[in-house]
């Protein structure tokens, strides 16, 4: 909140556990940065409907952190379906997002984008 009134950059509020006062957010921030498991489909609405961006973290391939329909087996090392999931997050409205593998989430968001047009 204090450098609200110390710089013009772009300020993002990270949030781990739960989501609460977007208003109050969005006097100070100008998007949050939340885990996956906080970005539904509703919160990205809400966050949106106060002017608040939604970037999500972190997005990664193994099994071990995709949700078990986008699992590819049950070794956790193993990787599964992240580009479904990524669309799976793009779909809900959210406007960025953090992968470990850039690659892979460059050519999911430029499809979604093209789709979208």
Do not use: C
Not at 39 to 45: G, I, L, Q, R, S
Not at 57 to 66: H, I, K, S, V
Request: no cysteine; hydrophobic share 45%; proline share 6%.
């Amino acid at each position: 909140m204090q450098l609200r009134n110390m710089t013009r950059l772009p300020l993002v509020q990270l949030l781990e556990h739960q989501v609460a006062d977007l208003p109050g957010m969005a006097k100070y921030a100008d998007a949050i940065g939340i885990a996956k498991a906080l970005a539904t489909a509703e919160t990205v609405a809400q966050a949106h409907g106060v002017g608040l961006s939604v970037h999500v973290w972190t997005f990664r391939a193994e099994n071990e952190f995709l949700p078990d329909d986008l699992k590819s087996s049950p070794d956790p090392a193993a990787h599964g379906n992240l580009p479904a999931e990524i669309e799976r997050y793009l779909s809900r409205g959210i406007d960025g997002f953090f992968t470990d593998f850039p690659a892979v989430g460059v050519r999911v968001r430029d499809a979604f984008a093209a789709r979208s047009r």
